[in-house]
């Protein structure tokens, strides 16, 4: 009897589904909110994609496109590695160049920025 309710227990701590695409998109929304901030924003283009700098209105046009990621669902089959990866190990911690993975999501729309 103790090893079924234990094995019950073990089963109920384990994250959900749902709960895992919630803190991957919590995680994406922080680092999204992270470059919601000019300086760091500017900085960033500065050190990854060799640009001088950044006109305001281009500043204006990523703050405007990242929030729009930010509002959007989270893209399953982009995160779908993580997903299966934190649901069979039962841990949030981000490891082996999972965080990549957020940063490629953002890149698409810092690209169209560094002409």
Request: charged share 30%.
């Amino acid at each position: 009897m103790e090893l079924t309710q234990r094995a019950y227990k073990d089963e109920v701590e384990k994250f959900s589904t749902a709960q895992v695409i919630d803190m991957i998109r919590q995680l994406r929304d922080q680092l999204i909110a992270d470059f919601l901030q000019e300086e760091k924003l500017r900085t960033f283009f500065v050190e990854h994609y060799d640009v001088k700098s950044l006109s305001q209105v281009r500043i204006e046009f990523l703050k405007r496109d990242l929030k729009e990621i930010q509002k959007s669902p989270l893209d399953l089959a982009h995160y779908a590695g993580l997903i299966k990866l934190i649901k069979e190990t039962n841990s949030a911690a981000l490891s082996g160049g999972n965080d990549s993975l957020f940063f490629n999501e953002l890149e698409t729309v810092f690209k169209k920025y560094t002409y």
